[in-house]
């Protein structure tokens, strides 16, 4: 864990800055003993919505994803942080991306009870989507994906498939697959 992913977690903004300003920490660092997870997506989870500004004013990619292949949106669903999830989809974070098993952050939100993130993220799917396709005809290139996490996925596929079955939130039912709530 950097010394931004601490600032960050202890959700210390002007430490933060100051990191940030000074170029000491990489803001799109992942660290390898929290799977992978950036300084944004602890801001995300956190649901602290001007370090998530400023971590974007300065490089932090909205697309990087966990070992599992959340995003910093898949964070703020998971926690019901709805104002951090207002402040990614105004800066154009993928609102609609699956995880290794399938999970959209709605999807997150809908298991964990949080009904408003619902809400909004179905609207934001949608805005999202129509975003893209405007971008795309004016030529305009979207940062979607996080290269390193597709290659590492492919990999992964080619050695092991990974099944829905064997996800933490499915193990309980007979036939492996969690309903919607």
Same mark, same amino acid.
């Given at each position: ?31 390898? *003993?929290?799977?992978?997870? /950036? !300084?944004?997506?602890? +801001?995300?989870?956190? &649901? %602290? ?5 400023? $971590? ?42 699956? *995880?290794?098993?399938?999970? /959209? !952050?709605?999807?997150? +939100?809908?298991?964990? &009870? %949080? ?5 909004? $993220? ?60």
């Amino acid at each position: 864990m950097t010394e931004l992913h601490e600032a960050v977690a202890s959700e210390n903004f002007d430490l933060v800055d100051k990191i940030l300003k000074k170029g000491l920490c990489d803001p799109n660092s992942r660290d390898m *003993d929290w799977s992978n997870r /950036t !300084p944004l997506h602890w +801001a995300a989870a956190k &649901g %602290h919505s001007k370090i998530i500004k400023l $971590l974007v004013g300065h490089g932090a990619r909205l697309c990087l994803r966990t070992e599992a292949g959340w995003t910093p949106v898949h964070f703020a669903a998971e926690s019901g942080r709805l104002g951090a999830l207002r402040t990614l989809h105004t800066l154009h974070a993928p609102m609609d991306a699956a *995880d290794l098993y399938g999970d /959209t !952050p709605k999807r997150i +939100a809908e298991i964990y &009870g %949080h009904k408003d993130c619902v809400r909004f $993220l179905e609207v934001a799917e949608q805005q999202y989507r129509e975003y893209c396709q405007i971008a795309k005809l004016k030529g305009d290139s979207l940062e979607e994906e996080d290269e390193d996490w597709e290659l590492k996925k492919e990999e992964d596929l080619k050695k092991k498939p990974y099944s829905r079955k064997k996800h933490p939130k499915n193990l309980g039912r007979k036939d492996g697959i969690q309903t919607s709530n």
